[in-house]
């Protein structure tokens, strides 16, 4: 039943083989065993899980069930969940219980799924690793000395261990693909502007993007029709019409034209990584695809670029803490202003702080053009690279990850080093395209490797269509780690 | 370009956050890392490229001119630091 896919489960539901409230209790069971040791949620309630399980037992009864009914889904704690406490990882918001919903919360409300806990992750969404949150680092399933991967870990090491069947997570820069890549999950992150942003706690507004976590690609693809869609209150929700899209799964790649970009199997690329990415593109050509040479000749520019904008941004949305409405507040101050300096610097991690000073440094007078204009202007460069080389390909592959998982505290604390894992990952999300990650082996070391596939804006329904073709063939997807 | 230790001290002034010496200095080393990554986009020439400020080319929306949220203001202040008479309460600004 844990390795079971949201069909069957679903069918489970619906057939009265099982009910919600059971299947509720049978995850929280597996929470209440491997939490302590893998640390992905934050917050377990108990009886708000089993409140939501009744309500969809009842809808179930009166016939009313959508495939997502009475499933329980890990919540990323970056979405605002009514009466949850919701930290986004931080002590600023370490005793911030939500007054609201965010409208992913609210779409999954309203088909009766069932809230299983929020998931850890970096403070505010910084990190690729996990290690930047206040509530500890999350274990890798797979390797206890490893990181999941950031900063949706908690959501990717719930799925991985199978503490949910699936899970919500957000990227800005790869948050969602490296750690399902890490954890040997499937995930993806959908065109910018399709899963509305309201109560998703922001990091940089003009990047982050919402989208689900699951073991499979016909998982996702129920998850994605649910979560997008449009909404007034964010005011870049693209308003178009609602896509089914799990309508083109079965289609057969016959002719499928798969652009494989040079630079992103050069220098740097792990061995091993290269060779299972490798192994599943050969699936591909074995099932009909042909395989294009492209050239993304900026990609090596995207780090800097995200590294402006990303912290720009970041540096704005973030003054809203202050210590006066919400969230964290000094103990000792003499005036305003050390209140807001004392309430911040306590409140804030360290690379939640140095991003801020980043942001405001590249945004201050005199360093605005060389900084901000210029990443702006690269940003068109880099986002033009893809739609040149749309131009010869259905969908580009790569690796998600330039290597498996590194060893938590491996990347020390020197933070390009950091950056530098998220090369494969961060031009996606300054072009707005959707990508996506899923399972294609395990390295030398025995740690999952990830697949990436990019589209074309909108192509979601395609890449989800190419990522169960590759499901069908292979079982990576449905391998668990010892537990 | 180089960062000097003012430039950290002044950067967080700016930014509302408070760091002793020695926090300046150790971030003076990583920031310094962090611009010399940054660096490198200086040697591209973008000269008549449109800045890119967005992933879509959307335009704000507008709505009509409406009610369309409940005050709620009791449920929002109950998670403030220091809340009076439906007010937020900070230090005295105005002697």
Redesign the interface.
């Known amino acids: 039943m844990f390795n079971a896919s949201l069909k069957d489960l679903s069918a489970m539901l619906s057939g009265g083989k099982i009910s919600s409230v059971e299947l509720t209790r049978e995850f929280l069971g597996r929470i209440d065993a491997l939490n302590p040791e893998i640390n992905a949620f934050i917050t377990v309630d108990i009886d708000k899980s089993l409140m939501q399980a009744k309500l969809a037992d009842a809808m179930i009864a009166s016939g009313r069930a959508h495939p997502l009914t009475g499933i329980p889904v890990a919540q990323k704690d970056i979405f605002c969940a009514k009466d949850w406490l919701t930290t986004c990882g931080s002590k600023m918001l370490s005793?911030?219980?939500s007054?609201y919903d965010a409208h992913v919360i609210e779409r999954f409300n309203s088909v009766g799924a069932v809230n299983i806990g929020k998931t850890n992750m970096d403070e505010f969404a910084m990190g690729s690793s996990n290690e930047t949150s206040h509530y500890g680092s999350v274990k890798n399933p797979w390797d206890r000395q490893a990181v999941p991967g950031g900063s949706s870990g908690g959501s990717a090491a719930a799925v991985a261990a199978r503490m949910a069947p699936v899970a919500t997570g957000t990227d800005t820069g790869g948050s969602i693909r490296q750690p399902a890549a890490l954890c040997g999950i499937s995930g993806i992150k959908p065109t910018?502007?399709l899963v509305s942003r309201y109560g998703m706690i922001a990091f940089a507004s003009?990047?982050d993007q919402g989208g689900p976590m699951a073991k499979s690609a016909e998982d996702l693809a129920l998850m994605l029709g649910l979560m997008t869609g449009f909404d007034?209150r964010d005011?870049?929700s693209?308003d178009r019409p609602v896509e089914d899209y799990s309508r083109d799964l079965d289609k057969p790649l016959d002719g499928l034209r798969i652009g494989l970009p040079r630079e992103y199997f050069a220098e740097g690329l792990s061995a091993d990584v290269e060779e299972a990415v490798r192994a599943a593109i050969s699936e591909y050509e074995k099932m009909g695809a042909t395989i294009v040479d492209v050239s993304l000749p900026n990609t090596?520019?995207s780090?800097?670029?995200y590294?402006?904008l990303a912290p720009a941004e970041a540096?704005s949305n973030l003054?809203r803490y202050?210590?006066?409405?919400?969230?964290y507040?000094a103990k000792d101050?003499?005036?305003?202003?050390?209140?807001?300096?004392?309430s911040?610097?306590e409140g804030?991690g360290a690379e939640v702080?140095?991003r801020?000073?980043?942001g405001?440094?590249?945004l201050?007078h005199g360093y605005y053009d060389?900084?901000y204009?210029?990443?702006?202007?690269?940003?068109?460069?880099i986002?033009k690279d893809f739609s040149e080389a749309f131009k010869q390909c259905d969908v580009i592959m790569g690796p998600t990850s330039p290597s498996t998982a590194f060893n938590l505290g491996e990347k020390g604390?020197?933070?390009?080093q950091m950056?530098l894992s998220d090369i494969y990952t961060i031009a996606v999300?300054?072009?707005?395209l959707p990508g996506m990650s899923i399972p294609a082996g395990f390295g030398k070391n025995g740690r999952p490797v990830g697949l990436q596939i990019v589209g074309n804006y909108f192509s979601e329904a395609k890449m989800l269509n190419v990522a169960h073709q590759y499901q069908k063939l292979t079982d990576w997807h449905l391998k668990m780690p010892a537990i | 370009m180089s960062i000097s230790l003012s430039d950290v001290k002044r950067v967080a002034s700016l930014a509302r956050i408070a760091v002793s010496d020695a926090e300046a200095e150790a971030v003076l080393n990583q920031l310094s890392g962090i611009f010399g990554l940054i660096e490198e986009m200086q040697a591209v020439d973008t000269t008549g490229i449109e800045p890119m400020s967005h992933a879509q080319e959307i335009f704000l929306r507008l709505r009509n001119d409406e009610v369309t949220e409940q005050d709620q203001h009791e449920a929002f202040q109950k998670g403030a630091p220091q809340v009076e008479a439906g007010l937020y309460l900070v230090p005295k600004v105005i002697e």
């Open positions: 005793n911030f219980v007054p910018y502007g003009s990047l007034s005011s870049t693209l090596k520019l780090i800097p670029v590294y402006v540096s003054s202050d210590g006066v409405r919400y969230g507040r101050y003499k005036d305003l202003t050390e209140m807001y300096e004392k911040r610097s804030f702080k140095r801020i000073m980043v405001t440094y590249v201050s060389a900084y204009m210029q990443a702006q202007k690269l940003r068109r460069l986002a604390d020197d933070p390009v950056y999300n300054l072009a707005g």
